[in-house]
């Protein structure tokens, strides 16, 4: 029977520690897999059917590429959700990006937005006839055109240089906090990936490091 010398031996055992170690670098790696949704978009404002303030009752649906993403039952006629913290709204999940469609009681409405995580939008919904008085004025219409269809956020910009307040200030602090959200949760990743990469690398050093010298023992004997 053979016997093994310390040079085989230590061999051996950084195989087994190398292969170990590519095991628990691909770890993190498919973790990820299992992150977390990211945070809604979500729209409140007034409602209309039929050229009517919408009933209490009437449930709005937005879907994405005829998906359901989300769903509210009006409460009060003629408006959805609400613009504090406390109040109900609805919250749509979905990609960056993606174009959402929103149906009141099965009608489509003329609205649409585009979606963007962390994101509070007032969308003023109007499904089948206008209301005989017209539509109510968009948020930030004067700033903006494009806001009408609750795709564009206010003008950071011109607040910035004129120090004048915006009123729709809630609908950006939501998209900061979803960026920033975003961006630590890939920073988490990113550090944990890392950790796990530097674990590895200063075992391989080890284990070198001792077959080395046990190398350079087995010769000195």
Known sequence: ????TPIQTVAVVVIVALVATSVAGVAPVAADDDDPPPPPHAFYGEVYLDGEPAPAGTEI???IDGEERGSIVVEEDGAYGGPTVGDAKLTVSGESGAEITFHVDGVEAEQTATWESGTNTELHLVAGDEPAGGLPPAPDDDDDAGDADGTDEPDDGADDDTGESDSNGGGTDGDDAGDDSTDQHDDGGDDAAD??????FG????LVGLLSI???VARRR
């Open 214 to 216: 046990a190398t350079f």
């Open 61 to 63: 649906v937005a879907k």
């Open 1 to 4: 029977m053979s016997v093994k």
């Open 195 to 200: 950790d796990s990469a530097m674990t590895g």
């Open 203 to 206: 075992v391989v050093v080890a």
